[in-house]
């Protein structure tokens, strides 16, 4: 099985931000449910915590502090298309949600900008292997092999990128907005 460096790269990016989280004393596996930080600000507050399938663990990040945590999204190229579309980083949030059978959720929020304005930031949306499909009854961009890929989902000012198995992406995908 190959798996594309857009899904490498996002794995490693959410392995070194759960390392980095400060948080000892959350561990998710299989048999534990999961935690959810609340409340959970910005984008994070619109993943759920249990998408039928499996229990997800969230944790989220506004402004200075989410774009420091966002380690997927080079900090420049960031602040570029803030400062381009008149934004600040308090108009930024963040989140990333662990499930409980090895499916990751990010999420990226700039308030007010359409997310067409910075897909562009997010690499998953910007290889040669993506394609148009609809997964749990949305549009998506999907980069897949073997069952196993990474779908982005792009709602109003909102991009989410989902990391696992396609079952477990379309169920991801039926509980958001």
């Given at each position: 099985m190959r798996v594309s460096r857009a899904v490498l790269a996002l794995t490693m990016g959410v392995a070194v931000l759960v390392a980095a989280c400060g948080r000892p004393s959350v561990t998710i596996a299989p048999s534990v449910p999961a935690v959810s930080h609340s409340p959970v600000p910005g984008v994070g507050a619109v993943i759920p915590?249990?998408?039928?399938s499996e229990k997800f663990d969230v944790f989220?990040?506004?402004g200075s502090t989410a774009l420091a945590t966002a380690t997927s999204i080079a900090p420049a190229d960031l602040q570029a298309v803030l400062s381009a579309n008149g934004k600040t980083t308090d108009d930024f949030s963040y989140a990333i949600a662990t499930g409980?059978?090895?499916t990751t959720v990010a999420a990226f929020q700039i308030q007010g900008l359409t997310a067409s304005h910075f897909s562009s930031l997010i690499p998953?949306?910007?290889?040669?292997?993506?394609?148009h499909v609809t997964l749990g009854?949305?549009?998506v961009l999907a980069s897949e092999a073997a069952n196993i890929g990474a779908w982005v989902y792009m709602k109003d000012d909102m991009i989410f990128v989902i990391t696992g198995t396609k079952d477990a992406?379309?169920?991801?995908?039926?509980k958001l907005p």
């Open positions: 915590t249990d998408d039928g989220g990040e506004e409980s059978a090895g998953e949306a910007n290889t040669a292997t993506v394609k009854g949305k549009d992406a379309a169920a991801m995908l039926k």
